[in-house]
């Protein structure tokens, strides 16, 4: 079991939220976000840097929308860009390694057993699983596979082109429920009002033009391309994706609603059970143990639980009464929430 220090994100609990409207008529893929399927679909906050405030904005614009309806959870993605470029054509590449677009779903948000695609301007994508965050132990797997999947790009320029009048580029996405059920509540697809764990990321790498060529630009201290920015929906406090429990809340709904989106208090209540299993953690990364003092871990902070914390010597759950008062919280060491 992976019991190593984890590093707690710079970052006020505030996680975006989206309504997702349900589809009125069928989608043929084509990429471009334009057509009267999309007319519905708000469009998200413009992407922010991973680590929010922390860094500046970005400097080119990314937003997307989301619908649902019985058989797919779809998705729409504008990228402005002036450099349109992509180079990996294999299913199941790194995808990262170029430009990309990134969607995270943690159905149940117990931030187990989630998803992760990637495409990028070739339409080239990589879907895998995590059982748990990397920070966890992982593992990802490769192998799992969005069975039905369907995916478009639309490119506003010309790809690979330095030299052509490069606008956006746009995604279109198309998940089925039979694939996405798999970590669902209860194996199903969700229902009107219930709300999925979800996250987007945009991967920027900076290139320059070289005969004719984008290549990305090399730090000459180290002779390795620059760090890529990464700009998302929800920022994370973290240069790290895999912490679901600061993804958004995409809330799903019909034309009878909801129209907006307010957080039960049992959210917060998870958040600060989860940031006791950060301390937790980094405790026993330390001193080789866990600790059952709760005071010295919540420190001279305000907090709105009462957390009970049960140990062993390799593993610990903390728990809380929920908001209610008719179930409880828990956290486990390996970062596992769930409610009882």
């Known amino acids: 079991m992976n019991l190593s220090s984890v590093m707690e994100p ?3 609990y505030a996680p975006k939220h989206y309504i997702c409207r349900r589809a009125t008529e069928s989608l043929v893929l084509d990429g471009r976000v334009d057509k009267s399927f999309w007319t519905e679909a708000d469009w998200t906050d413009d992407f922010v840097d991973i680590e929010g405030d922390l860094r500046p904005r ?4 990314t937003r997307v929308k989301m619908m649902w309806d019985d058989e797919y ?6 990228l402005v860009e002036d450099q349109i470029w992509a180079t990996l054509t294999e299913r199941e590449s ?3 390694y170029d430009n990309d677009f990134e969607i995270f779903i943690d159905p149940d948000g117990d931030t187990h057993q989630y998803y992760e695609f990637e495409v990028n301007a070739l339409n080239t994508v990589w879907d895998l699983m995590l059982v748990k965050p990397y920070r966890d132990g992982g593992p990802p797997v490769n192998a799992w596979d969005i069975n039905g999947l369907k995916t478009a790009v639309h490119i506003d320029g010309e790809l690979n082109r330095p030299d052509a009048d490069n606008r ?5 996405v198309a998940m089925p429920w039979t694939s996405l059920r ?3 509540p209860d194996g199903r697809r969700p229902v009107k009002d219930e709300f999925w764990r979800v996250n987007f990321s945009r991967v920027q ?3 320059e033009v070289k005969d004719g060529e984008y290549t990305k630009i090399l730090n000459p201290d180290t002779g390795k391309p620059f760090p890529e920015d990464n700009w998302v929906w929800s920022p994370m406090g973290i240069i790290n994706m895999h912490y679901p429990e600061l993804w958004g809340y995409v809330v799903f709904a019909d034309k009878e609603g909801p129209e907006q989106f307010v957080p039960s208090p049992d959210e917060r209540m998870k958040w600060e059970l989860r940031r006791l299993y950060y301390r937790e953690r980094n405790f026993f990364a330390e001193h080789g143990e866990f600790t059952t003092d709760v005071k010295m871990l919540m420190g001279d902070e305000s907090w709105i639980i009462t957390p009970t914390i049960e140990l062993t010597s390799r593993l610990f759950q903390i728990s809380a009464p929920s908001s209610d008062g008719t179930a409880t919280l828990y956290i486990r060491e390996d970062g596992k929430l769930w409610k009882e």
Request: net charge negative; charged share 25%; glycine share 0%.
């Open 205 to 207: 790498w900076r290139t």
């Open 168 to 172: 956006k580029w746009s995604v279109e």
């Open 182 to 184: 798999e970590c669902s």
């Open 94 to 96: 790194v995808i990262f």
């Open 58 to 61: 970005p400097t080119k614009q």
């Open 10 to 12: 710079n970052i006020e």
């Open 73 to 78: 959870f779809y998705f729409a993605a504008e």
